[in-house]
């Protein structure tokens, strides 16, 4: 947990970075302005979103909420639905990122954004397949 | 699979909650488990046979049509 804790601090520091970035350096590209203010904005939402979620959680922790979490959290039928649900919209995404790749390159839409889309699909299929790799060696 | 979970506890005079708490799951799995709507891992099979001190095949029933799900 504290290594989240700290991965979310360098998010919201990089997210600001950004957006300093954006205000007072990148001002005449608007490309790299636009990417400066996106990238930024999103980090500093999640970071913060996550930072001051877990504080006001850990204002309200007792000693009887931290074991009804850590059973929730370890109990084997959570665990199992987490996993089902994973694998569902694994199943019925993969589908609808390949349709939608196919359908950006049929109607001519920009080369960036199929080759994104492409990317998107490798990119799964990858992790698809370096986790089959994984758990079969391990379980 | 079949099981006698609400029957062993019940003569055990535990409630849901008491059970779920004993071998760490939640009152939620304890339900699923008397519905028969889900099936344990081993591990949790043999906490719930300790728990009711006798052995798995006597807590649960394994029945010749009973698939893997």
């Known amino acids: 947990m504290q290594k989240n804790i700290f991965a979310y601090v360098i998010g919201l520091v990089i997210g600001i970075v950004l957006i300093l970035l954006a205000v007072f350096v990148f001002t005449g590209s608007t490309t790299l302005n636009g990417a400066c203010y996106g990238i930024g904005a999103a980090l500093i939402a999640l970071s913060a979103g996550f930072l001051i979620g877990k504080s006001i959680i850990k204002s309200a922790e007792t ?11 370890n109990d084997e039928r959570n665990i199992r639905i987490r ?15 390949c349709f939608l790749t196919l359908a950006s390159a049929l109607i001519g839409v920009e080369l960036y954004v ?26 | 699979m079949e099981n006698r979970i609400k029957e062993l506890r019940g003569a055990r005079d535990l409630t849901q909650a008491e059970l779920a708490e004993l071998i760490s ?45």
């Open chain 1, 83 to 97: 996993e089902r649900a994973g694998w569902n919209t694994t199943r019925i995404f993969t589908p609808i990122l």
């Open chain 1, 63 to 73: 000693p009887e909420s931290l074991k009804v979490q850590a059973v929730e959290v």
């Open chain 1, 114 to 139: 199929t080759l994104t889309a492409c990317g998107l699909v490798v990119l799964l299929a990858g992790l698809s397949i370096g986790s089959q790799i994984y758990y079969d060696k391990r379980l």
């Open chain 2, 25 to 69: 799951v939640s009152s939620r799995t304890i339900i699923s488990l008397e519905k028969g709507q889900y099936n344990p891992s081993v591990l949790l099979a043999h906490k719930l046979a300790l728990v009711f001190g006798c052995p798995i095949e006597e807590v649960f029933i394994f029945g010749e049509e009973d698939d893997i799900r």
